[in-house]
């Protein structure tokens, strides 16, 4: 099963990583407290071997001497814990404690040296500290002794023992601590992004428009983009609502000719043909401009003078019988990133309606990186032709839906509307007045 909870995760994760440091801080603090009461203990054997230096005796004969009372008492109870030896290298077993009766004799290691000590840990759990002196009397005799004394290692582990309960318990106290320290400092890191889910949940249930809450400085971003996607979606469903209501207006008039039609068909044969085809047109139309997408970001770039080019032949084509002549002043290369469906829609509608209303003349033009009312633009495409013009006063008019310049002309008068609409979607400007080098009319399209 997948978990899918972000808080989950890194609390997940933070509890493993909190449980393997803990871990290793265990094995460490254990591994030190325990030299750290092995060399206490190797303290206390050498003050024992001090102890029975203090109370032996090199007689002249050159025998040692150990008295029966000793000064450390567990050295005379058996089993008691606490053993002595003393020994000759290589040689046999000079002394012992009472306490060490049944025990074998430790070896102690070879070459040792007088004035030297030796700490280990050996067979049967017990700790040997030995210590080789050489010891002169007064007449002279020196011998050699190793004096070895043991302690059974119950001490050391008692002390281990009890220091990992006492470790274990606290770092168990101190892991839900800081688990539950972590939950909170994740609640509070986590609060921006609960903020930004509840606020996209009230835009879906439409108490809020936009997300415009105050967010931390990471998430400001994507609040952005986030509005961006809202905003276009919605222009997106404000155009197929136009598009479908401008698809019912045009088509109410061929229909009601359809309609008084259908008694005397074979009469109204032309008619009827006539009809459906307009229809057809209009249908296709507006999906067309239904599918446009009202972005200029692609990810295929797009030469504009080919695609110019490509466009004037075609309408040349179309308006064949006025014989066009096409005026293009266009960069070798202006390779631009456009939704290539609405460049159709902007470049299209303006070109067509300068062949629509030129006499013979069309001048097509392309300025790249121009300047206007104080902000810099990707490029200006200006169309001009040798044409009436519009009637002053009459510009804004022809940007409504369905209104034409002259009525007596083929069209929907909605054509200059979605120009109007996409320039001003892709954050461009678009601008109509008289041509000054044609007479006709002149419209300046400004791309970001």
């Known amino acids: 099963m997948r978990i899918q909870s972000l808080s989950f995760r890194l609390l997940t994760t933070e509890g493993i990583v909190l449980i393997v440091f803990f871990a290793l801080v265990a094995v460490v603090l254990e591994q030190s407290f325990r030299e750290s009461a092995e060399q206490a203990l190797k303290e206390r054997l050498q003050v024992q071997i001090y ?33 002595a030896f003393i020994q000759q290298p290589k040689k046999n077993l000079v002394w012992r404690s009472p306490s060490s009766i049944g025990l074998e004799v430790p070896v102690p290691p070879e070459k040792l040296g007088a004035g030297n000590t030796y700490f280990l840990y050996g067979d049967h759990g017990r700790y040997f500290l030995h210590y080789d002196i ?72 439409g108490e809020k428009n936009l997300l415009d809450g105050e967010y931390s400085t990471e998430l400001q971003g994507l ?62 139309y507006q999906l067309q401009r239904a599918a446009a997408k009202g972005d200029h970001k692609a990810s295929k770039g797009i030469d504009l003078s080919i695609f110019l080019n490509k466009i004037s032949t075609s309408l040349n084509k179309v308006y064949i019988d006025k014989a066009i002549a096409f005026d293009t002043s266009l960069p070798e290369q202006c390779q631009i990133y456009f939704e290539e469906g609405d460049l159709y829609e902007i470049v ?20 790249q990186n121009p300047r206007k009312d104080r902000r810099n633009y990707t ?65 300046r399209v400004y791309l970001p």
């Open 51 to 83: 102890s029975l230096l203090s109370t032996a005796e090199l007689k002249n004969s050159g025998e040692l001497a150990i008295p029966s009372n000793l000064p450390e008492p567990r050295f005379a109870n058996p089993g008691s814990g606490l053993y």
């Open 134 to 205: 050489i010891w002169q009397n007064i007449t002279g005799v020196e011998k050699e002794y190793i004096f070895t004394v043991a302690e059974d290692s119950e001490f050391v582990s008692q002390q281990v023992d009890r220091f990992k309960k006492t470790l274990r318990f606290w770092l168990f106290i101190i892991g839900i601590i800081l688990i539950f320290l972590q939950f909170a400092l994740l609640r509070w890191c986590l609060k921006p992004i609960r903020i930004i889910v509840t606020d996209l949940n009230a835009i879906e249930k």
């Open 223 to 284: 609040a952005g983009n986030l509005n961006a996607f809202i905003t276009h979606e919605r222009a997106h469903l404000e155009r197929y609502r136009n598009t479908l209501a401008d698809l019912a207006h045009s088509l109410k008039t061929p229909l009601a000719i359809l309609r008084g039609c259908t008694e005397s068909f074979s009469d109204n044969k032309e008619t009827v043909q006539e009809q459906i085809s307009r229809m057809d047109k209009i249908i296709e």
């Open 348 to 367: 299209g509608n303006l070109m067509d309606n300068a062949c629509k209303w030129c006499r013979h003349n069309v001048k097509i033009s392309v300025i």
């Open 379 to 443: 490029l200006l495409i200006k169309i001009d032709d040798d044409g009436p013009g519009i009637p002053d006063g009459k510009l804004n008019e022809i940007l409504k839906r369905g209104v034409r310049a002259d009525e007596n002309i083929h069209g929907h008068g909605i054509g200059m509307t979605v120009v109007y609409d996409l320039v001003g979607m892709l954050g461009g400007k678009l601008e109509g007045n008289k041509s000054s080098e044609l007479g006709g009319m002149s419209w």
